[in-house]
């Protein structure tokens, strides 16, 4: 739970740091926007990565999670920092492998398998206009 409280604070603070962003509503922002849009040859999460390490950027960050993470917590700034990147694009359960990649893949399975359907379908289409009795015949 704190770490999902250490994510929700990392990520807006970096949304309203990077300001208007050609013409992308941040405040309506998908999933596409964050994760597959390129803006300026970048996509917002690997700008959110490099935000996060950067070497200016992060004393700021590991500082205002300090403030947030709870005395008895675990949980050190440092390792949340770590955590929130690897939670968002690296490893099976990320956002981007788990959420955006397994999704796609779905999509493309089920592209797949309606055009092997569709193939069929049309195959028995015209195997039926080839064999059909004479009495149903209208043309």
């Known amino acids: 739970l704190t770490q999902r409280h250490c994510n929700s604070m990392l990520l807006g603070c ?52 300090a403030r947030i993470i709870p005395d008895k917590s675990e949980l050190i700034p440092e390792v949340a920092l770590e955590t929130s990147i690897d939670s968002l694009i690296l490893g099976s359960k990320s956002v981007w492998e788990f959420h955006v990649m397994g999704e796609l893949k779905l999509f493309e399975d089920k592209i797949k398998e309606l055009k092997e359907e569709s193939v069929l379908l049309k195959n028995l289409w015209v195997d039926f206009r080839v064999r059909r009795p004479e009495s149903l015949r209208c043309c």
């Not at 962003?21 to 596409?32: A, F, H, P, Q, S």
């Not at 390129?38 to 070497?55: D, F, P």
């Open 14 to 65: 970096f949304l309203r740091g990077i300001g208007d962003v050609d013409g992308i509503n941040l405040d309506k922002l998908t999933v596409e926007d964050f994760f597959v849009i390129k803006i300026g040859g970048n996509t917002l999460v690997e700008l959110y990565k490099a935000w996060v390490l950067s070497s200016e950027q992060r004393p700021v960050l590991e500082a205002s999670l």
